[in-house]
């Protein structure tokens, strides 16, 4: 890719990862959900894209809008909140710092990251496939791999464990 | 040009953005949507820093965050849903009952 069109999908995945996730409990209700909820998980898709990381950004795509998008949206569906439960509520009182911090620190990162910039080492056509990345991850990772085994086993077992409870109010 | 480095400052505007929306929103299931979005801001750094050094150690740490994020979910939601049963709302300035 030129640069000019790398620095572009830069500032196009930048734009939509951080301004996209601020959607109203309505839109999420209406079918824009997925596409409002999922904005920042896909810019991040696109970002892992650019950083020569293909198989984490088809996982992440897997992931996050595949499997968690879908679960949060089968939740909202299945606790059919009532309007009144919709109306949005924030802490108001803390606003307008909270938006001067926001673009402070926004613009101290960029400005960091122009100032400190580094060239990247280049790799191969190989860096981030399947083979490469799965080696590390079957050899010097195979440890974690199997005590997250484990831990998906224990997640699994407590969703189960919350789900089968029959009723609250008689305990 | 863009740098790796501006990979990383915009994983640090991201994160910032899904702290904001822990401490600012009220609805939990906003809260856990911000907590998934912090997450991906620390794998975005981990890719960021993998593609710096140019080794793919980092890309194997976000598989393992990634399946962490999904137990979480799956518990959280879990955990949302029998909350509602139990208190018919999910905002959670009204989950007060270990405050005194």
Avoid: C
Wanted: no cysteine.
């Amino acid at each position: 890719m030129s640069h000019l069109g790398y620095q572009i999908a830069f500032w196009i995945v930048a734009a939509v990862a951080v301004l996209r996730p601020s959607p109203s409990f309505r839109s999420v209700i209406r079918s824009r959900a997925r596409s409002g909820w999922s904005g920042p998980f896909f810019a991040t898709a696109a970002a892992f894209l650019m950083l020569n990381a293909p198989m984490v950004a088809v996982f992440q795509i897997l992931v996050y809008a595949g499997a968690i998008m879908v679960f949060i949206i089968f939740v909202i569906m299945l606790i059919n909140l009532r309007p009144q439960e919709l109306i949005e509520t924030r802490v108001r009182a803390v606003r307008g710092g909270a938006i001067l911090f926001g673009v402070v620190a926004t613009a101290a990162a960029f400005i960091g990251a122009i100032v400190f910039r580094g060239g990247a080492p280049s790799v191969g056509a190989s860096f981030g496939q399947v083979e490469t990345v799965a080696q590390v991850l079957y050899t010097r990772y195979a440890f974690a791999f199997e005590v997250l085994s484990l831990l998906l086993l224990i997640a699994v077992i407590g969703a189960v464990a919350l789900a089968g409870k029959k009723d609250f109010t008689k305990e | 040009m863009i740098t790796p480095h501006h990979f990383l400052a915009l994983s640090g505007v991201l994160f910032l953005v899904g702290a904001a929306g822990v401490l600012v929103r009220r609805n939990a299931l906003i809260v856990l949507m911000s907590l998934e979005i912090m997450l991906n801001a620390a794998n975005l750094a981990l890719v960021a820093f993998s593609r710096m050094h140019g080794a793919v150690d980092g890309q194997v740490a976000v598989f393992l965050i990634m399946a962490v994020a999904a137990g979480e979910v799956a518990i959280g939601l879990a955990i949302i849903v029998n909350v509602y049963r139990l208190r018919h709302t999910i905002q959670v300035d009204a989950l007060t009952s270990l405050k005194n």
